[in-house]
């Protein structure tokens, strides 16, 4: 017998009990579409952080010092470091942010505030809709200027600032000297939710004299472990311990996301991948029971000449065409799901290839291997003994 | 084509008896008790004979039919089949002879009711590896011999009785088998159709092909041209139907 031939004995068999393919085919369908949606939006979350994460920088190391009475990392070396490895670092700028109330008038909002260098609005290419940026004098003096993001502007002055307008950063006036483009949304919380001021001034707020946090900033993404090891010797030559410093770069974070949400796509697609598992069970269950049903039909076409692999073939190819069915329409309906949950957890998802391939490889792998023993079965019947039952 | 024109030769150059049953023995294992089927039975059987075996249940003439259709092997003995020695092969070469070799008539017709008339007489071919042309072609041919070429596309459900059988006579027919293998043919049908089908086993005898009829009815047994009754396992009578009458009569 020709494998067409057998493909269509197969279509004839799952058409002839249409309810019991299809319920058969149920497991498959739930399982090869529970596996591509999980997978499909782990991926669009692992997506979403390392678009949110590498937005906020991959060329930044950022850096945090414990000073001490005795240790202390001073300014003035860490901007001089900073030139001297030009070749790597394309600057650097403290960064101190706080959480303080601010407030115009009777209004106020609840905002992180980032005592930054002169530099800091350039090397993050934060563009400024109004005004100037802090500049060295600000700092040197320390002036009470501020930069305001969007959202402040939005809630505390309703978009309009007029050239010497103020605000008030944990009781104290500030004046505002520029105004940030619009980055995000201007929403709470998003990027446009900030104010910037000279780092000095953030130490004074502070209540501390030395500067625990700073921003590099590297030429190339790739010369960021480069710059981590000079930074890290440097910080090592003052300090001389390990525990007072802290050198951090996005690439590290990245990474750490990375394996994290691996990890969790494979936890997830293994729980998922159980039940393809209980599926091709079903199968395998209902291929048994119709091979029984089917004695009398097996026995009826050995005695006709059928051959043991014919027999083989026909429910092999059965099992196969069931699960493989089903594996195609739990792909389609995984995708859909994937697509259209993601827009309700506002993730952009598709499934990957990586996972449609897997699920539907495995859908049929299963038809094969659940449909064997079954197969096996009735390939093997006595013919006698098979004509005889009713 | 030189290999098909070859076999043909060679089929028709054999001149010696189609079935030669010597000294078969049919050994069943149940638990630890043997149970002998067969004892000892030895059979020749000639191209374009009608042959009934005729014999109670429990006799033994299921087990030889079994043997005879090469749906078994004997546990000792030889069993030859048109010059092959069919009693030491395969599960694979078994199926082969009964495909090319043999066509069974069954007692309930035994045709598939998920499949249309035409593709229940074409099956033995589509094992036989033909292609769906000539397999339909040859089926029609087959339905038009035993007059029913008319209900090619019904389901068998959609047949009478008689009508099922003459079905399982033309798939026996299909392949034009060696040997005709018929048992209790007559066994669900009424007595009109039962004579129908006789007339039709006698008319392909008539044209040449040899038929063995399984029965445990005389009366069926004695429309054969030869009896051979079998009890407890061995032949018990080996003759012509006049002789049968007279041993039974005597």
Known sequence: MKLGQAFKLAWQCILGSKMRSFLTMLGMIIGVGSVITLLGLMQGVTNYLVDTFSEMGTNNISVTVKNTDTRVVDVDDVYEFTKENSAIFTGVTPSIASSYTVKNGSSSVSTTVTGVGEDYLDLNSIDLAWGRSVSYADIKNRYNACVLGTYIVDELYDGQISAGDTIRIDGQIFTIVGILEEQDDSTEGSTDDCIYIPYSVACRLAGSTNISSYTFVVNDAELVTAGETLLDNFLYNIMRSEDLYNVRSMTELLDTINSMTTLMSTILGGIAGISLLVAGIGIMNIMLVSVVERTKEIGIRKSLGAKRRDIMWQFVIEATSISMLGGFIGVVIGYVATVTLGNMFGVEAAPTTNSIVLAFGVSAAIGIGFGYAPANKAARLNPIDALRSE | ?250
């Open chain 2, 1 to 250: 084509m030189n290999l098909m024109k070859k076999k043909q030769q060679s089929e028709a150059e054999y001149s010696g008896p189609l079935i030669q049953l010597i000294d078969i023995h049919k050994v069943y294992y149940m638990g630890n008790s043997e149970i002998y089927a067969n004892h000892g039975i030895n059979l020749e059987i000639n191209e374009g004979e009608f042959v009934a075996i005729i014999g109670k249940s429990g006799s033994g003439k299921s087990t030889i039919m079994n043997i005879i259709g090469a749906l078994d092997v004997p546990t000792s003995g030889q069993y030859i089949l048109k010059g092959k020695d069919v009693s030491k092969m395969n599960d694979n070469e078994l199926a082969t002879i009964r495909n090319k070799m043999i066509g069974f008539i069954f007692q309930q017709y035994n045709l598939l009711p998920k499949e249309r008339l035409i593709n229940n007489v074409a099956l033995p071919l589509l094992y036989s590896g033909m292609g769906k042309e000539e397999r339909n072609k040859r089926a029609m041919e087959a339905l038009k011999k035993v007059d029913i070429d008319d209900k090619y596309r019904n389901f068998p459900n959609q047949m009478s009785g008689g009508q099922q059988q003459r079905g399982a006579v033309a798939r026996a027919l299909v392949t034009n088998p060696s040997l005709i293998l018929a048992d209790e043919p007559t066994g669900a049908l009424d007595s009109r159709t039962s004579v129908e089908i006789l007339n039709f086993l006698k008319q392909l005898n008539r044209e040449g092909n040899t038929i063995v009829l399984i029965t445990h009815d005389r009366s069926v047994a004695e429309e054969a041209n030869r009896i051979v009754s079998i009890q407890d396992g061995t032949i018990t009578f080996d003759g012509t139907v006049d002789e049968y009458r007279k041993q039974v009569a005597g």
